[in-house]
Every structure is written in C-alpha cells, then in structure tokens.
C-alpha cells in the first residue's frame, strides 16, 4: 500500500505552501469548499435578480427601492425598462441554474463527498478536478461582465430560443448574448472535467469491501449525475457554438431564411435541459436519501429499487425532451410520443417518493436541522411532481404552457427540491467540512421562515398560471384579464422579500459559526457513513489507513446492538476497526 | 489484466484494408450510382472504417466488456436525437 | 375577484378544462393523503427516549403496490389526453370546410389577413388588419399562422389554445369559437423587449355583425390600408 | 500494487473494488471521449437535420469541395493512426527506438492534415466560399473547423508525449501515458472518417 503510505506521510506533516494548499489546491475537499463558498455567492446574485423581477410584477412601473442608484439606461428614474426585465429574468434563470444550484450539488457535494464516502484519498484526477473549479472563475466572470456591457446582457430567456438570441437585431443585444455564449461554452468544459472525475474515481477508486450496492444513495446519486452530464453538456455546448458562430461569423443555423431551423434550437436545448433538470434533483433525492435514514435511525426503505429508480429517470431523462415543446410546432405525433416517455418518467419518481415514507414508517425521528430541510425536500417535491403532471398531459399543458403554472412548477422542484436538499447537505456536512458545528436553533429559524415564505410565495404562482398569467411578461396589468389577478401578484412579492431576507439567518449562521461555532467531533450525527470515520476536517489524504467497508450503507437500529448505528468500517464480529 | 496479454493485431493489415474502403468510397462517389444506393453503400463503408478503427487501434475488441458498455452508451441517445428531431419538422 | 380560469369560449376549451379537473381530482387526493401520511408519521414516530426504530430494509410487495397503481394511472391519462390532443392539433383532423385565415406575428404586433368577401386567401381582395382578430361564433376557422422574425406564441387564454409562430414555419391552427364577446389574444414566447405588449382584440361576432364589419372594412381598404383602432398600444 | 501505482501524472491510487479492470488513466479518457461523441452528435447531427429540412436546395458538395486532395489527407490522417498504433506497440515492448520513431512520425502525419485543411480553407474562401455562404457553409466551417480543432490539440498533445518519449518517461514497460493520448488520437480519426463520408461525399 505505498500510495496510502504516501498519503498517510502526506496527512502527518502537510508541507503544501499556503497557495498550493488553499488556492490552486488539488485537495477534492478545498475544492468543494471553494465550489461551496462561489455557488453561495451566484446564489445571492441570482437572488437579488429575483428581488428586482418580483419588485416589477408586483408594482409595475413604480420606482424600485434603490433604483435611483441604477444608471438612467437600466431603469429610469428607478424603474426598471422593459428590455432591463427580460435580462432580470434571463439572467436569473442562468445564474440559478448553471452557477448556483448545479455547482452547489454537484461542485460542492460530489467533490466533497465522493472521496471520503467511498474511501479514497482523493479523486482520480486531482489537477483536471482543480481546473474544474478554475474554470468556473472566467465563466461566472463573464458572465457576470454581461451585466455591464454596452446593449445590456442577454434578454432572450435563459433558454435563449433562436433567432431572438442568434440575431442582435430582433433582441438588442449584442455583446451580451456572446459573453453569454462564452461562458456558458468555458462551464460546459468545466462541468465535464468535473464529471470525467466523478465517474472514474467511482469506477476505480472505491475502498475494499465498497462494492456497487453498499454505495451511499448519494453516492449513487452523483455518479448518475455525472453520467447524465457527461452525456447532456457536450451538447449544449456544440449549441451554443452554433448560436454563437450565427451571431459571430454569419453562419445561418438557426435562421430560417437561408435554411436554418430555429426549432433544432430547441431540439438540441432540451435535449441538453431536460437531463439538466435531474441533473439538479437527482443529487438533492440522494442527499436527501441519507439524511433522511440517518434522521429516521432506520434503513432507507428498498434500497435496490432507490437506485434502479435513479438509473431509469437518468434514462428516461434523455427520451422526454420533447414535453418542453408540446407547442412549439413540432410535428404532434411525436409530441404524443413524448407524452407517453413523460408520463413514464413519473412513475419511478413515485417509487422515491413512497420509500421515503416507508423509510420514516416505524423510525425513531430525530427532527435536526438537516433532517428538517430533507423532510421539507421530500414533501416539496411531492407538490413539484404532482404539479407536473399537469404539463404532461398535452392538452392541459396547451393552456398552462408558458405561464405561471410551469412557473410554480420550476421553483417547486428546483428551488423546494433541490435548494431545500442544498440546505439539508450544508446543515449535515458542515461540521465535517469546517470542523464546527452551525447553530441549531438558529438554523430551525432558518427553516421555518424558509418554509413558509418559500410556499407563501410560490403556491400562489399556480393560481397565477391557472388563471391564465404569461410567464416572462414585463407588465401583467396591459392584459384586461389579468388585472383582476393583480392583488397575488403583490402578496407574491412581498413575500419573495421576506423570504429573501430570511437568508441572512442562514449567512449568519453560517459565517458565525465559521469562527463561533462549537467544536465538532468525527461523527455528530451518530451516522454510519466512511466520511464520519475520520477527523473533522479530514486530514489531506483523508484517512489514516485505507478503510475496510462490512456493510451495507444504511445499517440504522440493528437488532442485538447497544448503538442504534452500525458505521460501515465495523468488522461484523463488533470488533472496532 | 491489460492489454500485453493479447497478440498484437496485424496493424498494416488493417492499415491496408481501411485505404482501400477509402479509395471504394471515392469511387463510389465518382460513378454517380442511385442516390439512395450511393448514401447507403458509403454509410456502410463510414461505419466499417469506423469499426475497424475503434475494434483493432482503440482496441476494444480486447478491452473487459464493461468498458465497452460506457463506449456504447452515448451511440443510442445520439440516434434518437437525430431521428427524433428529423421527424419533429410538421409534415407538409 | 375572479382569481380562476378566464371562462371558456371556444368548442374545446370545455373538454381542456375537464381534463385538468380530472388531473386535479387525481393528484389533488394524491397529495392529501401522502402529505398526510407524511405528517402522521412525522408526529406518530418521533422521537422517543428508550424506543428504537424497527429495523425494516423494504417490501417487495408493498414496492410492486406503489409501482403499479400510480403507473396504472398515469398511462390512463396519456390514452384520455391523447384523442383530444390530435383533435386539436393534427391538421389532417380539421374540419374540412372551415374558413381559413393567416395570422403572421412580427415584433410586436398581430397582422391577421382576412380573405374578403370571396372567401378565398391569396386573392386581390384580401385585407389585412393589424392586432384585431374578427370571428363568426360557431364557425370553424383554420388559421395559417406564421412568423417573420422570431418564435411568438398565439395564446387566446378564453379559448385554451395555445401554439408557437415559428419563422420558417407555416402552422395550421383550428379554433371554433362558441360564444359572442370580446376577448384577448396574447403573445406567450418571449419575443424581445416589446413582448409584454404584444396584444391583440379577438372579436367574436354573429353573422349579421360580422358581415356589418367585412363591408366596413371594404370601403376602408378600397382606400387606404386600415388603420385598427386598438393599434395604440401601452398601459391603459 | 507495485507497477500499477508507478503510474505517472495521478496524485494518488487507491486500490480498486473492482471497477472495469482498466487503469484509471484509460477509464477516464474513455469516459471524456463518451462526451466528444456527444459533441460531435450535436454538430453532425445538425448537418444531418438542417439537410433534411433543407432537401433539394442542398448544394452538391462534389462542386463545391475538392475531393481528391480531402481523399489524400484523410489517407495521411489513417497513416498518422496506424503509426500511432505502432508506437503503441513498441511502447509495450519497451522499444524506445521505435517509440521514437512512430510518435515522429504522428506528429508529421497530424501536422500535414492540419496544413493541407488550411490550404482548403484558404482555397475555398479565395472561391468565394464562406461560413455565410448558406446552411452549407456554415455547417461545413463548423464541423471541419472543430475536428480541425481537435487534431491541432492532438498534435501539440503529441508533441508533448514525444518530448516525454525522448527523455526516457516511457521506459521499462511504462505506456499507459502513449495508450491514453493514443485513444484520443484514433478517436479524432474515427470522426474524420465519419465527417469525410457526410460532408463531402454524400
């Protein structure tokens, strides 16, 4: 065992110069943190968008608080332009899901976890794993920089259909829509360099005795995210490179007057977005999965079917694209097609669903702050799912197509799916990522304002929707039957606001806790898990010794045992390892 | 377990038969057959080269089967993608 | 306060919304009795000092149970959503003598090309209106909508339809409306900067009212092109 | 794991559980290459749909491509593979002569495709023949562009292994590092190959 020997040398005395050892660090564990710390900040940005897009619904055409700091262009006299509107929302969208939610799950949670769950000392490829994270600096940079260019950030959506995207003309936007084309071009390579890692440190480098189904849920969880996203990004970006060469170089993919087709536009987005979608739930369904056995103190309820659930979404994730586009002129014979895939694609989300449930029936619920967040997930997604059946169904979905319904949709899955899960893995991992436990009772405040601004502000988003509202429209109240609906949409913003504000509990907390909180130990959750076996924080190298895995992942509550967890490194004779 | 433990393909022979699939490819092109038996007859000849080359240089004909089941992953989506999107244009 | 669906006006809207009810219905007991159950297990297995949990690793049985009744479901939906899903969309499906009429959407507005009196389009006499659409009730009408420069949606909320104006693209729209008033046909693809004004009057007329406007309009473009009353656009 | 963990260029190797029965080095460039697929599917998949839409208009690639010459280099581009794969096997019986020589010899191969696709291009703009020119154009340029692209990274690759051959780094049975670029290698001719047949002569 020299390599682990080495490591072991390496965890006595680190001599890694403070540059190698906390910037250009090749240590999974620094990278997640770092990943952690720049997806929290893309968050707070893609917040505060979300302030200004629910300022304008809410009272349009009123000076925003503020506003008067914003240049004349942006927003006269502090309200916010029209054209300011479509970018407020694109760029929401973009910065939520390409530069917060996803680096929050997979960045922060595959890198950090991966390893330490399966036992490995690192990743397979630690430098690649580095430039993933480097790479997210230039392109959340320019993406960033497209706020401030001349003619304003792209304002075509962050779905940026073609050819209100691929001609400056039809939007107004030139430098804009190119640095988004960039950055999203330098996140797809960053994204798949993350991804080659993920997948061959799961394939080669799992502990003796970490066999395929003694893998955590989210273990399992990360790797089919990587799988999908392996497989989802490289399209995306050869589509974005087209979008960028038709704005660039005066190549005609997407123009239909010389031929281009700007439905393959969409074709070839969702076919990347809609894999992109579980890629933002499937890691929050496997936080969640093993948050919720250790809260529970029992088994995760079928966990074989747990996994093959998550291997038939990602594969049915990639036959469902077309329901984005049920009315986008696509031949309906094939929507119908895709209706079928989609309705199918409900069903192991379902499974997930009940053996959660079956996983708390006859447990002995310990309601922490982690297990708050993943009981909220569990019971958001419910809504988030159920409320897409909806748009599955064809005809339904002709009339909520496009407005606030698919709205309500998103966030219930995105925003109480993922970013609850999100929540959930901060609160859990923390203690082992920064040696220090974050308050409990202030994080139960977090939660319980999160919960309940979070519902107050987007259950009323499917009334909105049902009633007929547009998503996306600068100014509801030019349409005579939506002024009525008017009043839900100031109740909506206000508390969006408070919900907003709410997260300063959580920075709080969590930059307080960075420097005040109470010293953790190796295992404060009584959790049977690899990564709870070694110091908090892990030692570069992260264990001691190569660990030697017994048992299956979820071994809560044995029968005949003093403890009420059985960690994964205990021989089964009892003897400590 | 790696791939020293297989004799070595005859590469030039390989070599060999991938020119002349080329200089077949050419002439094809040149003898301007029926359209649809041109694109079939140089679709098959594209997908032979290409299986000569993945097979023998990548070698995976002596690769562990479960490497080959990652290389073979991608190929179905990228049909449905292609076909799927040809029959997505409305009929006129 | 009418905080609901818009109240239908057109042959199918009827049928879109029973489908959605029926939806509701389903996954609304859905969702009470697994939130429900959630909360029941929540408060009856909390935490307790001395009890353990019992050690349960799953049941194939009540595994099979929770796959095959929601699947069940949800394939019924599909074979109900389907018929009528053709029917509304499926070109070769429309009623064959329905009157025709070419939308085109363009940056931001709605110009309908009505056939004029011979009832044919691509005739001399046709005439274009700018963001008003005038319909008989109880008509079937197939629209040819097209777009000139980016993706709009033609989105009348009253009638439930719904269909992307793609350039490039000449998409067949069949709508029959069924009842007389005024209503609001709405762009739902963000389209640029303008999009949020990108409205248009849908008029639904009886025949003798409907005739009254055409022959108006007759004299109208006889001399110059018609310019739309409601063409102004902005905030009322 | 004595030989196994003299792997080069990993920072640490764990023993494996299994796994694929395949280096680390080999599964990850497998699963990058997994990705180019995709990649290229989005590009070639373009050119397939935009000429399905497009159907007659489609100009004839025989008038506006030169074939012959793009017969040649895909010939060179076939060379530059075998000679790869040679340099494979030298490396796996440790024939550093040989190592040598074949990698030169990729590099050149590489090198020469490269040049003469530069010499197309500037052909075929001095013709008039443009990214704008049409769908053609512009899916020709994009593709050919970013296959071009790929072999130019391969051959500064290249060039980097050949480096490492001379001073000896593939020495004593050492050639996980000349199988992992190699793969790249015969993976961007796999693609020519398939761009070759769709772009100019179907």
């Known amino acids: 065992m020299t390599a682990h020997a080495e490591a072991v040398a390496h965890a006595a005395h680190d001599d890694r110069s403070f540059i190698r050892k906390y910037v250009f660090s090749t240590d999974h564990k620094t990278i997640g943190i770092q990943f952690l710390f720049l997806s929290l900040f893309f968050l707070l940005v893609g917040g505060l968008l979300a302030m200004g897009i629910r300022w304008q619904l809410g009272f349009p055409g009123q000076a925003m608080p503020l506003g008067g700091w914003l240049p004349q262009s942006v927003a006269p006299g502090g309200v916010v332009a029209p054209k300011t509107y479509n970018s407020l929302v694109t760029m929401h969208g973009t910065f939520m899901i390409f530069f917060a939610v996803m680096p929050l799950l997979v960045g922060v949670f595959a890198n950090y976890l991966i390893p330490l769950k399966i036992g490995a000392p690192d990743m397979a490829f630690p430098r690649l794993n580095m430039w993933s994270f480097w790479l997210m600096i230039p392109s959340g940079g320019l993406m960033l920089a497209s706020l401030f260019v001349l003619g304003g950030s792209s304002a075509a959506g962050w779905t940026v259909y073609a050819p209100l995207s691929a001609t400056p003309d039809y939007s107004g936007v030139h430098l804009g829509q190119q640095l988004w084309c960039l950055s999203i071009v330098i996140f797809g390579l960053s994204s798949l360099l993350g991804s080659v890692n993920y997948i061959t440190t799961v394939v080669n480098l799992r502990a003796p005795g970490m066999t395929w189904f003694r893998l955590p849920l989210s273990v399992w969880a990360l790797f089919i995210t990587a799988v999908l996203a392996i497989l989802a990004v490289p399209i995306l970006a050869g589509a974005v490179i087209m979008l960028l060469f038709d704005q660039t170089i005066g190549t005609h993919f997407f123009q239909p007057d010389v031929g281009g087709q700007p439905l393959m536009w969409q074709h070839l987005f969702w076919f990347f977005g809609h894999p992109e979608v579980y890629i933002l739930i499937l890691p929050a369904m496997g936080i969640a999965s093993d948050i919720i056995a250790n809260g529970a103190r029992k088994p995760i309820f079928g966990y074989s079917s747990m996994v093959y659930a998550m291997i038939a979404i990602a594969f049915l994730g990639f036959v469902v694209w077309g329901h984005h586009m049920f009315q986008s002129g696509m031949n309906p014979t094939l929507a119908s097609t895709f209706m079928v895939s989609t309705i199918v694609i409900a069903v192991p989300s379902a499974i997930k669903v009940f053996n959660w449930l079956g996983t708390l029936w006859r447990g002995n619920i310990h309601f922490t702050t982690p297990m708050l967040n993943a009981l909220a997930f569990v019971s958001m997604f419910i809504i988030g799912g159920l409320s897409g059946i909806f748009m599955a169904s064809t005809p339904v979905d002709m009339y909520i197509h496009g407005t606030y319904f698919i709205v309500a949709h998103i966030h219930y899955v995105l925003f109480g799916g993922s970013l609850f899960a999100v929540f959930a893995g901060i609160y859990f991992w923390y203690p082992k990522m920064f040696g220090r436990q974050m308050s409990e009772r202030w994080g139960k405040v977090h939660f319980a304002l999160t919960f309940v601004f979070y519902n107050l502000t987007f259950f009323p988003m499917h009334i909105l929707g049902i009633g007929g509202e547009m998503r996306r429209i600068y100014d509801p109240t030019v349409y005579d039957f939506l002024r009525p609906l008017q009043p839900i949409n100031v109740f909506i913003t206000i508390n969006a606001f408070l919900l907003g504000l709410s997260q300063l509990v959580f920075a709080a907390n969590f930059i307080g806790s960075l420097f005040k909180g109470e010293k953790a130990e190796r295992n404060p959750w009584r959790d049977t898990g690899l990564e709870w076996t070694t110091a908090s924080p892990p030692p570069h190298g992260n264990f001691a010794e190569t660990p030697h895995v017994y048992h299956g992942p979820y071994e809560y509550s044995v029968p005949g045992m003093d403890d009420d967890f059985l960690p994964v490194t205990t021989p089964p004779t009892g003897r400590a390892a | 377990m790696e791939a020293a433990e297989h004799k070595a393909p005859n590469y030039i022979a390989i070599w060999g038969m991938l020119a002349i699939l080329t200089v077949v490819e050419v002439a094809i092109v040149y003898f301007r057959l029926p359209r649809r038996l041109t694109v079939v007859s140089l679709v098959f000849l594209a997908l032979w080269k290409a299986l000569l080359v993945a097979l023998y240089f990548m070698h995976l004909r002596f690769e562990p089967k479960r490497l080959l089941y990652i290389v073979l992953a991608p190929l179905p989506l990228a049909l449905i993608l292609v076909v799927a999107v040809m029959h997505g244009f409305r009929g006129p | ?236 | 794991m004595t030989a196994h963990a003299a792997a080069p260029s990993v920072g640490h190797a764990a023993p494996a559980q299994g796994g694929v029965g395949v280096y680390t080095q080999k599964v990850g460039m497998w699963v990058f290459l997994v990705s180019e697929v995709m990649f290229f599917t989005a590009l070639i998949g373009s050119y397939i749909i935009l000429r399905w839409g497009t159907g007659a208009q489609w100009p004839d690639p025989r008038t506006v491509l030169a074939i012959p010459i793009t017969a040649l280099n895909t010939f060179i581009l076939i060379c530059s593979s075998v000679s790869m794969v040679k340099a494979y096997a030298a490396a796996t019986r440790d024939d550093q002569a040989g190592l040598k020589k074949w990698l030169l010899l990729t590099v050149l191969g590489g090198a020469t495709f490269v040049s003469v696709q530069a010499y197309e291009y500037h052909h075929l703009i001095e013709k008039g023949f443009l990214p704008s020119s049409g769908v053609f154009g512009s899916a020709f340029y994009t593709m050919t562009g970013f296959h071009g692209f790929h072999v130019t990274c391969g051959v500064i690759s290249m060039i980097w292994v050949t480096v490492r051959a001379f001073r000896g780094r593939y020495a004593g049975g050492n050639y996980r590092g000349v199988e992992t670029i190699g793969l790249y290698w015969h993976f961007v001719d796999l693609v020519w190959i398939i761009l070759f047949t769709i772009v100019y002569l179907i």
């Open chain 3, 1 to 236: 306060m009418h905080w609901w669906f818009p109240s239908n006006a057109s042959s199918v809207g009827g049928q879109v919304d029973s489908l959605f009810y029926v939806i509701l219905y389903i996954t609304g007991a859905v969702f009470v009795l697994v939130e429900a159950g959630l909360l029941v297990f929540l408060v009856r297995y909390r935490r307790r000092d001395g009890r353990r949990a019992t050690y349960v690793e799953g049941s194939t049985r009540a595994e099979i149970i929770w796959t095959t009744i929601p699947a069940v479901i949800l394939v019924s939906l599909a074979l109900f959503s389907q018929p009528l899903w053709s029917r509304i969309k499926s070109a070769d499906t429309y009623p064959p003598n329905a009157d025709h009429l070419a939308v085109e959407a363009k940056q931001f507005e709605w110009r309908v090309t009505y056939p004029g009196p011979d009832g044919k389009l691509g005739t001399d006499d046709d005439f274009m209106q700018k963001d008003e659409l005038h319909l008989v009730v109880n008509h079937d009408y197939v629209i040819d909508l097209t777009s000139r420069d980016v993706v709009h949606d033609f989105f009348i909320p009253a009638f439930r339809i719904k269909q992307d104006a793609v350039p490039g693209m000449l998409i067949k729209v069949w709508v029959r409306p069924t009842v007389v008033g005024t209503y609001e046909l709405a762009c739902a693809e963000l389209c640029g900067l303008g999009h949020y004004r990108m409205r248009a009057q849908v008029v639904v007329q009886t025949d003798s009212d409907y005739a009254a406007w055409l022959r108006s309009q007759g004299q109208a473009t006889s001399s110059a092109p018609a310019a739309s009353p409601t063409a102004q656009e902005g905030t009322p």
